[in-house]
């Protein structure tokens, strides 16, 4: 059987036999060998796809970590920007905002938006102080109002002048004092003409307080050139009291002493021009004015006080 088979093969059995078991050697190491190299092949394609599975899962684990990591930012951003909103308005239409930051990917720009919003509160808020503290110092002053018709010895003189010691230019007066109040109020009561004419009157000009301390002036209008009575206040100035309009105290443009405008007065009875001013407990102020008559022979009289 084995002769067959080798005689297939060789013409000589020994030499064939020999042959033969070096040709089937060589065929099964020629098996052996392609089955290694197909082994091999088999063993590189599978390690290879090893690899590439390896390699693709690793990246495909990285870029899910990469879109995770951003959706997750993106999302505490969101969330934190709410937080701050929420906690610094606390008001309605803030929380509204705040949510479309959550919805919205933009949430740099919304946080300016937030940001001009409380700014724009605070300013409200500083505005209505300030109107707060706008209202303070009013100063109550308290006058008596005088009795009209006759005058006789009032408080406070500082010049009793009748008409018979009155001189006919104008003359200057003063007085100072040191003040023990922190308000004072200067008078002039003139009576003119007893007769009601009008004729026999009193010229009064350059009315003066001068605060010495800071050497300031301190009445308003002193000299009347304003052309009328602005500063001052006027008492039994009617025409029941000095018997017709016009002979009450008025500004006048002649004769004066200084400037375009004095006082002229011929009420027939007494009446009054008084300012009132402040002053500092302890300091000290000149009170001066020019004064004169307009015609002798009358029966004219002039308190001035200071009360
Ligand atoms: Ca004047």
Not at 161 to 166: D, E
Not at 169 to 188: D, E, K, R, V, W
Request: charged share 10%.
């Amino acid at each position: 059987m084995a002769n067959v088979r080798y005689s297939d093969w060789s013409s000589d059995p020994a030499s064939t036999t020999q042959g033969s078991q070096s040709s089937v050697e060589r065929i099964v190491w020629t098996d052996n060998d392609d089955d290694d190299r197909i082994n091999q092949k088999k063993s590189f394609a599978l390690h290879w796809c090893f690899r590439c599975c390896i390699i693709g899962s690793l990246l495909a684990g990285i870029g899910l970590a990469i879109v995770l990591t951003f959706w997750l930012t993106s999302k505490t951003a969101a969330t934190e920007t709410l937080v701050v909103a929420t906690s610094s308005f606390g008001s309605t239409n803030s929380l509204a905002v705040s949510t479309s930051v959550v919805t919205s990917s933009s949430s740099l720009a919304t946080v300016s938006t937030i940001t001009t919003t409380s700014s724009a509160s605070t300013s409200t808020s500083s505005t209505s102080s300030t109107s707060s503290t706008s209202t303070t110092s009013s100063t109550s002053t308290t006058t008596t109002t005088p009795s009209c018709g006759s005058v006789s010895n009032p408080p406070g003189q500082i010049l009793n002048l009748p008409s018979a010691s009155a001189p006919s230019t104008y003359t200057l007066y003063t007085y100072g004092f040191m003040a023990n109040n922190s308000l004072a109020t200067l008078s002039f009561i003139m009576a003119g003409d007893s007769g009601g004419g009008g004729n026999f009157h009193w010229l009064l000009d350059q009315v003066s307080v001068n605060h010495t301390n800071v050497n300031a002036e301190i009445l308003i209008n002193g000299g009347f050139e304003t052309g009328d009575l602005n500063g001052w206040t006027q008492y039994c100035n009617t025409n029941a009291n000095c018997f017709s309009t016009g002979f009450y105290a008025h500004t006048v443009s002649s004769p004066c002493y200084a400037g375009t405008y004095c006082v002229y007065d011929g009420c027939r009875n007494f009446d009054y021009l008084i300012q009132s001013f402040s002053t500092v407990i302890g300091d000290y102020y000149s009170i001066s004015y020019y004064l004169r008559i307009g015609n002798t022979g009358g029966a004219e009289h002039i308190y001035v006080t200071l009360t």
